[in-house]
């Protein structure tokens, strides 16, 4: 099945600094989705993407969809305490003949942000 | 708030027992999506339903089941419960499929 990499796994950063992280998959993806976790909470959505190439940004963060539709990324801007996260990227396949229509989510890039 | 509504938030229960966890969608969305999430896994995806169709599924066992009814709700059943099934169990509904998914806040399962 299809599988994400999400990268890095973790990060230490100071606040003001800029974030970046990103997605890969094994297959083409048609959405590609970031989410921000907090503990013992739902994740909740951030950043939406529907095309290749696609460039959307909310607020500080801004994400891409790769142009082979098989990775994205996420930057924070000048990051702040209140960043501090499991951020989620999640991606859905292109149809392929069935019924596999599953969100796939990567393993989450932990940020911890010191002010 | 996301719309998503789940209850119970938190459930303890005994090894062998069976229970259920309840979802109701944001209105107007047609999909529902549960998933598991444990410390060491990530999110895992159990299972997805479609305006009460069965849609996708992932890695669920067998003593896991759902359903989702004609008022869009979806009930995800476990069933001969085991210590590992202690989790944090998620449900996520969007308008169809390949848009983006929104979470409930969760129930917290703990097996003892």
């Known amino acids: 099945g299809q599988q994400l990499n999400q990268s890095p796994q973790s990060m230490f950063i100071q606040e003001g600094e800029d974030v970046s992280m990103n997605c890969t998959s094994s297959s083409i993806f048609n959405t590609w989705l970031w989410y921000k976790q907090d503990p013992g909470e739902g994740p909740v959505l951030l950043i939406a993407l529907y095309k290749a190439g696609e460039l959307t940004s909310n607020g500080r963060l801004t994400a891409q969809f790769g142009i082979t539709r098989k990775d994205s990324f996420l930057n924070i801007s000048a990051s702040i305490p209140s960043d501090v996260g499991i951020y989620f990227c999640a991606g859905q396949p292109i149809r392929s003949g069935g019924s596999n229509y599953k969100l796939t989510f990567g393993k989450g890039t932990l940020l911890t942000v010191n002010p | 708030d996301s719309g998503v509504t789940q209850t119970p938030k938190h459930l303890i229960t005994a090894t062998g027992q069976r229970v259920t966890l309840r979802c109701s969608p944001r209105s107007g969305d047609l999909s529902v999506y549960w998933y598991q999430q444990s410390l060491d896994q990530g999110l895992q995806f159990l299972i997805q339903?479609?305006?009460?169709?069965?849609?996708a599924k992932g890695n669920i066992l067998e003593r896991f089941s759902a359903q989702q009814f004609p008022d869009l709700h979806s009930e995800l059943n476990l069933s001969s419960l085991e210590l590992g099934d202690s989790a944090l169990y998620f449900c996520?509904?969007?308008?169809?499929?390949?848009?983006?998914?929104?979470f409930g806040q969760g129930t917290r399962l703990t097996v003892v």
């Open positions: 996520a509904s969007s308008p169809r499929d390949g848009t983006e998914a929104f």
């Open positions: 339903y479609y305006n009460g169709e069965e849609r």
